[in-house]
């Protein structure tokens, strides 16, 4: 049986999708399964650095896209996981228009029959590389801040995912601050599943312990798999493996007072 193409993705940049990708694929990877994870943010490569895996890049997916080197031949494998997790890395001389779409699609096929996912770290933006990212997925994790911005983006890109006929798991709210949520001074993640209308996919807390972790080159979940927010990543894990796991949140919530808010990112304003 295939496997899974899941595109992890949002129109705005710095959000924190390739934290999440991963997280999320080494916590996928450490439940068994087998899982690539490949880099789709041509010319700025950073989820080899993420993973601490960027000494031991050969090759790239532009490699791969012109038949310089067999996919197989490109793949990094992380050792900690035995043969379980590997990266394609994105290149940092070229640019996303250099990737045909075709040539992507078949990247993607063939990386389904050898893996039970396949995670795509989507750019940012609603151009080429979203769609040479996005297109062939069979589902997609939407990424956002608790940001007026950042939902409007979510929500367009949620537009455009459903012309593309890619399943949602939900979104996946990013930075939240609990302490700005009791005081009514953020949105919650009951708010931000009510302006998108998509099922909730998991919270990652705003910690400092995930930028530590990233300049150490470890994974969260590898190097503070105790922490809450390495929990969070491993719950968004569970909603891929299970549609219907619930994700908990633990932020109060104070009684909404954020409605002048909600109507301006409804456009009522």
């Known amino acids: 049986m295939a496997g899974q193409c899941i595109v992890v993705t949002s129109a705005k940049g710095g959000v924190g999708k390739t934290t999440i990708t991963g997280n999320v694929g080494f916590a996928l990877a450490a439940s068994g399964y087998r899982v690539l994870l ?21 090759y790239d997916l532009f490699d791969v896209v012109t038949g310089r080197v067999a ?13 379980r997790l590997f990266l394609l890395a994105a290149s940092q001389t070229h640019f996303k228009e250099d990737i045909p779409l075709e040539k992507f699609s078949e990247i993607v096929e063939e990386a389904r029959e050898s893996f039970d996912y396949v995670l795509v770290d989507s750019p940012a933006g609603i151009e080429h590389g979203f769609r040479m990212s996005t297109r062939y997925a069979d589902k997609a ?3 956002t801040v608790p940001e007026v911005p950042s939902i ?15 399943g949602i798991i939900g979104v996946v709210i990013n930075r939240l601050n609990k302490t700005l949520v009791r005081q009514g001074n953020m949105l919650s993640p009951e708010d931000v599943v009510d302006l998108l209308q998509v099922p909730l996919a998991g919270v990652v807390y705003d910690d400092p312990i995930i930028v530590q972790a990233v300049n150490q080159g470890e994974p969260v979940v590898y190097k503070y798999p105790n922490t809450a927010v390495a929990k969070a990543y491993v719950n968004i894990a569970k909603k891929i493996e299970n ?11 104070k009684p909404r007072g954020f409605w002048n808010l909600l109507g301006f990112l409804r456009g009522d304003n």
């Open 152 to 166: 409007r983006d979510a929500d367009r890109v949620l537009g455009l995912l459903e012309n593309f006929k890619v």
């Open 71 to 83: 996919l197989g031949d490109a793949l990094v494998r992380d050792k900690r996981l035995n043969d």
């Open 38 to 58: 490949i880099d789709g943010d041509i010319g700025l490569k950073n989820l080899d650095s993420v993973l601490g895996l960027e000494r031991r890049v050969v």
């Open 141 to 143: 994790l939407v990424v």
């Open 243 to 253: 549609p219907d796991y619930e994700v908990a949140v633990a932020a109060e919530q």
